[in-house]
């Protein structure tokens, strides 16, 4: 079945520094990738919708300067959270949609737990 | 227009008792209906989803229901047993590329 990695699970940072967070799609490619963010015991918010090899489309409210998104590969994604402050702490999950296929291939990642203190 | 509503936000079952919970949406463009299983500290994982074309579909323990007419779908599991003990979301979509919407979460526990 399709997996989605995504690394890391968990990361403890000080303020004002900044942390990537990868999402690699390991057996299909994935010609879309979604961001989300968690807040406990809430459901998930959409960051960002981003296409391979274009930007990112950033929902609204969701600074694009603060939360960059790359897309470079069929196979892989990032997420930058720049300059992290202690509100940015939350669980954030990578989805992939596969491409070429009749299904609706939504694949999450495992999620990461962003500490920033 | 892209809500997705949920009820109830939390359930309790007895071990063998039927779990249900509800979504309604409002956008009827919507043409994807999946319903996802989250335990803490993961990521949600696909249980089942429906297509609008259809009114039931049933896989294992878990069955959706869906009304196109009043734009509501449901959720049943059956034979309810602890290891179900999740946070439940339902979810929707305009097409196969498109970004899915949530529902607002349903916290299952299942009691022996």
């Known amino acids: 079945g399709a997996v989605v990695s995504q690394h890391p699970s968990r990361v403890i940072c000080k303020s004002g520094t900044s942390v990537k967070i990868e999402c690699r799609s390991l057996?299909?490619?994935?010609?879309?990738m979604f961001w989300y963010r968690q807040f406990p015991k809430q459901s998930l918010m959409l960051m960002a919708t981003?296409?391979?090899?274009?930007?990112?489309?950033?929902e609204q409210g969701v600074e694009k300067d603060k939360f960059l998104i790359n897309h470079a590969s069929l196979t892989l994604s990032t997420l930058t959270v720049t300059s992290a402050h202690p509100e940015d702490s939350s669980f954030y999950i990578c989805?992939?949609?596969?491409?070429?296929?009749?299904?609706?291939?939504?694949?999450f990642g495992s999620g990461t737990r962003l500490t920033v203190v | 227009q892209q809500q997705v509503k949920q009820s109830p936000q939390s359930l309790i079952v007895q071990k063998g008792g039927i779990s249900i919970i509800n979504c309604a949406y409002e956008n009827t463009a919507f043409d994807y209906f999946p319903w996802y299983q989250q335990f803490p500290g993961k990521g949600p994982a696909l249980l089942i989803a429906?297509?609008?074309?259809?009114s039931e579909k049933k896989e294992g323990r878990f069955t959706i229901s869906f009304n196109k007419s009043a734009k509501q779908f449901s959720l049943h599991i059956m034979d309810s047993q602890p290891g179900d003990s999740a946070t439940y979301f339902c979810?929707?979509?305009?097409?196969?590329?498109?970004?899915?919407?949530f529902g607002t979460g349903t916290r299952l526990q299942v009691t022996l």
């Open positions: 979810a929707a979509s305009l097409n196969r590329a498109s970004k899915l919407t």
């Open positions: 429906i297509r609008p074309d259809v």
């Open positions: 989805s992939a949609s596969r491409s070429g296929t009749g299904n609706y291939g939504y694949t």
């Open positions: 057996d299909f490619q994935a010609t879309t």
């Open positions: 981003s296409n391979e090899g274009s930007k990112a489309t950033y």
